[in-house]
């Protein structure tokens, strides 16, 4: 594989939504009765602002937290959308991660309609969160075989945190290193993110060292700020303080940067740094709803609804973010 893969920082955009009320009308209650039934839909002028903040750094769309929510018509409203707006000034990073195989195949099959119909011709990868529908048996066989159905990139998500939170029985919920090994032979794969402990990270990169061009992605963002990953981070906070991560990631990753000799430029660097950490104190424990309801505070969204299956944030964290932001940035 040639593709030259992306590295430093990696905003996870956030799908805005809103809610509709369908022409068709549903039973209100087995008794009897109609009433209208909420839809969602995306907000395709939120998420063109989004993408335009955020677009000088490689972009994730439809990812695994919250793009496996999202009906079909959604998800290719945003991936068009995406490929409008970005318009191959930067790496586009297309969630595809399905409820099962076959459904994954689908959203791929979706993501090379789009590119073809929107004669698109920028730099695209696919992300993949394999646990979420596959078990570690048998995980290199599937890709080799996914391998022949797309020529396009594939980054994996290895995310425990979110398959533990899965309504069904599961031995494991990290791709074991034995079967990363065997993964990372294969070139249409070109990078992992991990969300895990620091320990089983480093395990990965040991297996996957005869691959000097692979990427390592860190998905925890407070992991990344302690100890930065040569990679990059792959960030939701970013859809806040994008400047902020871009700046902190820029230099975390450039160790020669002569800028790094002025103490007031260190000391700014610092501020910065620790302003990303108290944003990510306060949204760590539900950061989709949570990020968009501080969008909605900065008036970049007009709604923070979330995708059905995740959880809304309460009024009181709500509160809390927006009261956070008044005091870290000018709005």
């Not at 959604?74 to 297309?94: D, F, H, P």
């Not at 089983?200 to 963002?221: K, V």
């Not at 501020?271 to 008036?299: D, S, W």
């Amino acid at each position: 594989m040639t593709e030259q893969i992306p590295q430093g920082l990696i905003t996870a955009v956030v799908m805005p939504l809103h809610k509709y009320s369908p022409k068709s009308k549903v039973p209100a209650s087995p008794a009897g009765g109609q009433s209208l039934k909420p839809e969602l839909d995306l907000d395709v002028e939120g998420l063109r602002r989004l993408l335009i903040e955020v677009k000088e750094t490689a972009v994730l769309i439809n990812s695994t937290a919250e793009g496996m929510f999202l009906r079909r018509e959604i998800r290719k409203k945003v991936i068009e959308t995406a490929m409008k707006v970005i318009n191959g000034e930067t790496e586009l990073i297309i969630g595809i991660t399905g409820d099962t195989a076959e459904r994954t195949l689908e959203n791929i099959k979706m993501v090379e309609d789009c590119r073809k119909d929107l004669n698109y011709r920028g730099k695209i990868f696919l992300f993949d969160c394999p646990l979420w529908y596959h078990s570690n048996r048998g995980l290199p066989a599937y890709y080799e075989k996914l391998a022949e159905v797309t020529s396009i990139p594939i980054i994996l998500s290895n995310n425990p945190g979110l398959i533990s939170n899965l309504r069904k029985s599961l031995k494991r919920h990290n791709i074991r290193t034995n079967v990363f090994k065997k993964l990372s032979y294969n070139e249409r794969i070109a990078g992992l993110e991990h969300s895990g402990d620091l320990h089983r990270f480093l395990n990965y990169m040991r297996a996957g060292r005869h691959r000097p061009e692979f990427g390592f992605y860190d998905g925890n963002e407070l992991n990344f700020l302690n100890n930065p990953s040569s990679g990059g981070v792959i960030s939701i906070g970013a859809n806040i303080l994008h400047k902020y991560w871009k700046e902190v990631v820029n230099s975390s990753l450039l160790p020669d940067d002569l800028r790094k000799e002025n103490a007031d430029y260190c000391k700014l660097l610092w501020q910065k740094r620790e302003t990303i950490k108290k944003l990510i104190f306060c949204y760590r424990t539900n950061p989709v709803a949570l990020v968009k309801a501080g969008l909605k505070h900065m008036g970049l969204i007009n709604s923070d609804t979330v995708a059905k299956g995740l959880k809304g944030a309460n009024s009181e964290e709500k509160v809390k973010i927006c009261n956070l932001l008044e005091d870290l940035i000018e709005i």
